[in-house]
């Protein structure tokens, strides 16, 4: 029996990285998926992969803005008729000193990384209680939990997002809505690479990330996805408000 038959699912992000093998898990799942990225290219790529294999639709949309992310869960309504799991996944990193991040890299880190959570949940929750339930799941960081320099900004959207869940994770409770936040490690996706990338010596700033990780290894995109898969699937009922750290051990160093 598949984990999430008869489910459907509205995940952010799918068009690079962790987004995009839970994408393919959750299908294989038997969720039908509507995938929501502003890469509309990479986004349609995917689709032509996914179509074959089950139910899935891509849409494309820049979430930074709260009109988008009422039309993310219009069309996922009409589309499949309901929304039973909601997983927000598309985020951007920022790095730099803090000094010099101005109000413009600031409101799109918040507008991205956290007000699209904040809306994107206003949207869904509504029909979930309609529906009588359903799950959701933020993905907030380590960096919600530990610090780093260079991250403030990243940092503040991520912790914004673990306290918001655990808000929401208690206002539902009672109406069979499951909210937790994920935080993942770090994982060798596009951002992370893009990250070390903007490194002096790319290689190094690589292998000081690796030296972070007492598994040894950076994480890997479909670690994340099954961990969201379990948070999706009806097996964690009791888990309310919880922030599932997957990170290798680094927070425990
Ligand atoms: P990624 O850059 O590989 O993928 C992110 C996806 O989100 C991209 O396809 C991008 O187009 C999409 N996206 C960005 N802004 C968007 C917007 N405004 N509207 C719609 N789509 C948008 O990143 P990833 O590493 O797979 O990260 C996924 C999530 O996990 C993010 O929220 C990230 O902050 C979080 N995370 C990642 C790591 C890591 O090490 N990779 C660690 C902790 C948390």
């Known amino acids: 029996m598949s984990r999430l038959s008869g489910k459907v699912a509205l995940i952010t992000g799918v068009a690079s990285g962790i987004g995009r093998s839970a994408a393919a898990l959750f299908t294989a799942e038997g969720a039908q998926v509507l995938g929501v990225d ?7 790529a995917l689709a032509a992969t996914l179509q074959a294999e089950g139910q899935f639709h891509f849409l494309a949309a820049d979430l930074s803005t709260e009109a988008a992310c009422v039309q993310a869960i219009t069309y996922c309504c009409n589309t499949y ?18 000094v010099k991040t101005d109000a413009e890299a600031l409101e799109r880190v918040m507008a991205v990384n956290f007000k699209s959570v904040f809306y994107l949940c206003q949207q869904a929750i ?9 799950v959701v799941i933020n993905t907030a960081s380590e960096l919600a939990i530990v610090a780093q320099p ?18 929401l994770a208690l206002e539902y409770a009672k109406e069979n809505i499951r909210i937790n936040a994920l935080c993942p490690g770090p994982i060798e996706t596009p951002m992370l690479q893009g990250e070390f990338a ?8 690589k292998a000081e990330g690796i030296a972070t990780m007492p598994i040894g290894r950076l994480g890997d995109p479909a670690e994340i996805a099954q961990v969201a898969l379990f948070l999706a699937s009806d097996a964690p009922a009791l888990m309310h408000g919880a922030a599932l750290v997957v990170d290798g051990g680094k927070t425990i160093l």
């Open 198 to 205: 903007q490194a002096a010596d790319p290689a190094q700033a």
């Open 126 to 134: 509504p029909k979930m209680q309609q529906q009588g339930g359903g």
């Open 81 to 98: 008729g309901r929304i039973d799991i909601l997983y927000n996944n598309a985020g951007i990193a920022i790095i730099e000193p803090f």
């Open 38 to 44: 502003r890469n509309e290219v990479a986004g349609q």
């Open 150 to 167: 260079l991250y403030a900004a990243y940092c503040a959207s991520k912790g914004a997002v673990l306290s918001f869940t655990r808000a």
